[in-house]
């Protein structure tokens, strides 16, 4: 005799495999996490005091 499945375990199960796989999908398509981003933000913004202090003012 088999044993019995819990029909609402293997819907949920299925439904976050689905998430994950639309996460990864997400992530190959985006591609960078806010961590880089964030960082990229800020050198940028150094970047810009940086040049900000060796302009002359006319």
């Known amino acids: 005799m088999a ?3 819990n029909l609402n375990r ?6 976050r ?3 994950a796989a639309k996460a990864d999908e997400n992530v190959v398509r985006h591609g960078r996490t806010k961590a880089q981003k964030t ?3 800020a050198r940028a913004q150094k970047q810009r005091q940086m040049l900000d202090q060796h302009k002359s003012e006319p």
């Open 10 to 15: 293997a819907r949920k199960a299925k439904a």
């Open 3 to 5: 044993n019995p499945v």
């Open 17 to 19: 495999a689905d998430a």
């Open 39 to 41: 960082l990229d933000k």
